[in-house]
């Protein structure tokens, strides 16, 4: 056998051990997050207000990638690299407690009266103009409004939602 097989052989064992070392510490850092965005004036959670004080314009589309860092927030795994669109869609958990929007909002479950046509957890495209339970996301009445000054929904996925709003809607018949 040779000398790198052996290395091989011997540390395959060590595998889970340090895939949980490495889940452990991803929890660790969302933990932090957490503390960090809960602790925070409600000044702070204005959009486009990193945390270092610098007033920062972003604004992104309904399908740009979003970038944590670029809202003065720390890398998140959850929504980098992800749209509005993958978020709504389910395509993708984007809450931190990796719950999709459909788990309490589809075809028979109307939390907060906001319904989508899919099953439990189903992905389904979205767009910004298709209208849901009446209201479209897009537009002065729709649910991007509404779901940004909601106080019960996550912070970060609510700066993301203003900057769209502030962007005019990119990617809409409304820009
Ligand atoms: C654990 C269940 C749960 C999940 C997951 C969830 N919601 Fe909600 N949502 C609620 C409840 C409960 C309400 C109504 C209470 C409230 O307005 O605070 C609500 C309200 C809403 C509203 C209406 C807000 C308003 O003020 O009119 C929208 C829009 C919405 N949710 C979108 C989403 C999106 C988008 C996601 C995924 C990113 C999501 N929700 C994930 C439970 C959930």
Redesign the pocket.
């Known amino acids: 056998m040779s000398f790198y097989r052996l290395i091989y052989r011997s540390t395959r064992s060590w595998f889970p051990i340090v895939f949980w070392f490495l889940f452990t510490v991803s929890c660790g850092a969302e933990a932090n997050f957490t503390n960090m965005r809960s602790s925070s004036k409600s000044g702070d959670s204005k959009p486009n207000k990193a945390l270092d004080g610098e007033t920062i314009r972003i604004t992104i589309g309904w399908r740009d990638s979003i970038r944590s860092q670029d809202f003065g927030l720390s890398s998140n795994p959850n929504v980098d690299d992800k749209s509005l669109f993958d978020?709504?869609s389910?395509n993708t958990?984007?809450?931190d407690?990796g719950?999709?929007?459909?788990?309490?909002?589809n075809s028979s479950m109307a939390?907060?009266?906001?319904a989508t046509d899919g099953d439990v957890d189903a992905a389904v495209n979205i767009e910004p103009d298709d209208k849901?339970s009446g209201k479209p996301?897009a537009g002065s009445q729709g649910?991007?409004q509404?779901?940004a000054?909601?106080?019960?929904?996550?912070d970060n996925?609510k700066m993301f939602?203003q900057s769209w709003i502030d962007s005019g809607y990119k990617d809409t018949d409304q820009d």
């Open positions: 978020i709504v389910n958990f984007g809450r407690d719950q999709k929007c459909s788990t309490c909002h939390l907060g009266g906001y849901l996301w649910w991007a509404r779901f000054k909601n106080k019960n929904k996550p996925l939602f």
